[in-house]
């Protein structure tokens, strides 16, 4: 899963709107900034990807960019005995924090604790990260849309079931599907075409509405086994992943998604703001196919 920074920043300005407005004193104008952190550490991938920046008060204009912290110094020491010093890389977004030790992959049922200083601040958090999942059953290589009117026919939506395994004391999942092409659909085919992609609803969503480009849908669940034909917004290459993450994942999850609004009482960090979790997943590519007759 896509690191989905942009939705964290959105709660954590929330929730600083909230406690000015919950204050019955005059708003100050010295706002102190909050140390804060994006990080999810998935297995058998590498420690990247990290986000370490100041928030910033409602006053100022938003940037991405502007409240990123060039000059951080962090820390991650697993209980497997590895050490990462955390190293800023440069890009257009701002930047990220990534490991030292690029060879080094997250490994499952570690202990992962992390150190974060910056301007006399320190921001400190852990996580342990899951076991492994594997695919009982996965998608097909090829999924052809049956139409609209055959979305909810046992004969189509049975073969959208997948499953993997469950670890013992894991029972919260989140299923990602992502398009990873909304222009090209032909040059997929046998034999190859200039037919272009198109999405699975013309309406989807208002055209006014920003999730109108968004190319990921994500999903809780309690069980594996669900899928359903509402999850694709576009046809063509796509793919499926499923995320079993700690509880500091999870609840991350819960505040986007159901309470929309950031708790500091689910946070995962002690020193400030933002979320340090980890996550196992499992992930196949497939082509979603438009349906007979249609282009």
């Known amino acids: ?57 409602m006053r100022d204009s938003f940037s991405y960019a502007a409240d990123m912290t060039t000059t951080a110094t962090g820390l991650i020491t697993g209980s497997d005995g590895s050490r990462h010093e955390l190293v800023y890389v440069s890009d257009s977004s701002g930047g990220y924090y990534r490991s030292s030790d690029t060879a080094y992959r997250v490994q499952p049922q570690i202990t992962y604790n992390l150190v974060v200083q910056d301007n006399g601040r320190t921001l400190t958090a852990t996580t342990t990260s899951p076991p492994r999942i594997e695919w009982i059953k996965t998608l097909p290589d090829t999924i052809t849309y049956p139409g609209k009117a055959n979305e909810l026919n046992p004969a189509f939506s049975d073969s959208l079931k997948i499953y993997w395994t469950i ?58 086994g669900v899928f359903y034909w509402g999850a694709f917004k576009w046809f063509g290459p796509h793919e499926v992943t499923v995320y079993c993450g700690d509880i500091n994942f999870t609840n991350w999850f819960k505040q986007v998604q159901f309470i929309r609004a950031y708790n500091p009482n689910l946070a995962s960090v002690t020193g400030g703001l933002g979320t340090f979790g980890s996550a196992s997943t499992v992930s196949k590519r497939f082509f979603f196919k438009k349906e007979i007759g249609t282009q």
């Not at 990080?39 to 910033?56: E, F, G, N, R």
């Not at 398009?179 to 989807?204: A, F, K, M, Q, W």
């Open 1 to 57: 899963m896509p690191q989905p920074h942009t939705t964290i920043r959105t709660l954590l300005l929330l929730f600083v709107v909230l406690v000015v407005v919950s204050c019955g004193d005059p708003v100050p104008d010295d706002y102190i900034p909050e140390l804060t952190i994006e990080a999810t550490l998935l297995v058998d991938k590498p420690i990247t990807d990290i986000k370490i920046y100041w928030s910033q008060s």
């Open 167 to 224: 670890p013992q004391g894991f029972g919260e999942f989140l299923i990602g599907v992502s398009c990873l092409d909304t222009l090209r659909y032909g040059e997929y085919l046998t034999p190859p075409s200039s037919e272009p992609n198109r999405r699975v609803e013309l309406d989807d969503y208002q055209s006014t509405s920003p999730r109108r480009f968004e190319t990921t849908r994500i999903v809780y669940t309690l069980a594996s």
